[in-house]
C-alpha cells in the first residue's frame, strides 16, 4: 500500500508564507505525478499544482507566481511553497500521488490566512 503524510500548514498572516511537505511511502511506481490540491469550506476540490517525475510542472492561474512545486524523487517527497499569500488561499491542501493503476491521497493539511 501506499502512504502520504502532509505537513507544514499553519496560521499566517496575509502576505506572509508557507512550506508545505508530501513523503510518500510504500509501492510507488517509478513513473509518477504529484501535486497538491485544495478544497476551502463550501466549495470544490481543486487543483493547486503537480509535478511529474521528470519535473514538468502545471499550475493553477490562482497560484502562478506565488506557489512553487517540487520534489525529491529520492525521497518520493513533494513540496510546495507558498508565498504572498492571500485570505482567499485558505483552505485544507491535500496531496496526491498518481501512476499506472494508482491513485493514492493525503489526509490534508490546514493553510489559514488571516487578513
Known amino acids: 500500500q501506499v502512504q502520504l503524510v502532509e505537513s507544514g500548514g499553519g496560521l499566517v498572516q496575509a502576505g506572509g508564507s508557507l512550506r508545505l511537505s508530501c513523503a510518500a511511502s510504500?509501492?510507488?511506481?517509478?513513473?509518477?505525478?504529484m501535486g497538491w490540491y485544495r478544497q476551502a469550506p463550501g466549495k470544490q476540490r481543486e487543483l493547486v499544482a503537480t509535478?511529474?517525475?521528470?519535473?514538468?510542472?502545471n499550475y493553477a492561474d490562482s497560484v502562478k507566481g506565488r506557489f512553487t512545486i517540487s520534489r525529491d524523487n529520492a525521497k518520493n517527497t513533494v513540496y510546495l511553497q507558498l508565498n504572498s499569500l492571500k485570505p482567499e488561499d485558505t483552505a485544507v491542501y491535500y496531496c496526491?500521488?498518481?501512476?499506472?493503476?494508482?491513485?493514492?491521497w493525503g489526509q490534508g493539511t490546514q493553510v489559514t490566512v488571516s487578513s
Open positions: 496526491r500521488l498518481q501512476f499506472p493503476l494508482g491513485d493514492y
Open positions: 510504500g509501492s510507488i511506481f517509478s513513473i509518477n505525478v
Open positions: 509535478i511529474t517525475t521528470g519535473g514538468s510542472t
